[in-house]
Nanobody, 128 residues
């Protein structure tokens, strides 16, 4: 599957953005999906994940209560709604796909090595 992330941009602190990740191929509904981010001079960190059916979601502590991950399997698209943005959310956001269509524990989805396919990233900049 090929992934295309979009929706990034410049926003003031407290604002909102919605990221999208469009996937090619006919088997999107069999992929667990995730969002990761990499800030300036930082490692790539887990943000949120959603199982292939959309039945379970997982969030980093920094994202809980502010971000919401969802997917529309009919449109081959995953979303990340980001509210109450903070300057520390500034990063390149990457979407990723895991082709193993069964549910595992949280630690599996937070691990970047669980994902076989990655999009190119979209830059989110939050000004103070």
């Amino acid at each position: 599957v090929q992934l295309q992330a979009s929706g990034g941009g410049l926003v003031q602190a407290g604002g909102s953005l919605r990221l999208s990740c469009a996937a090619s191929g006919r088997t999107f509904s069999r992929y667990n999906m995730g969002w990761f981010r990499q800030g300036p001079e930082k490692e790539r960190d887990f943000v949120a994940a959603i199982t292939y059916s959309g039945g379970s979601t997982f969030y980093a502590e920094s994202a809980k209560g502010r971000f919401s991950i969802s997917r529309d399997n009919a449109k081959n698209t995953m979303y990340l709604q980001m509210n109450s943005l903070k300057p520390e959310d500034t990063a390149v956001y990457y979407c990723a796909a895991d082709p193993n269509a069964y549910v595992r524990g949280r630690s599996y989805y937070t691990d970047a090595t669980s994902y076989a396919n990655w999009g190119q990233g979209t830059l989110v900049t939050v000004s103070s």
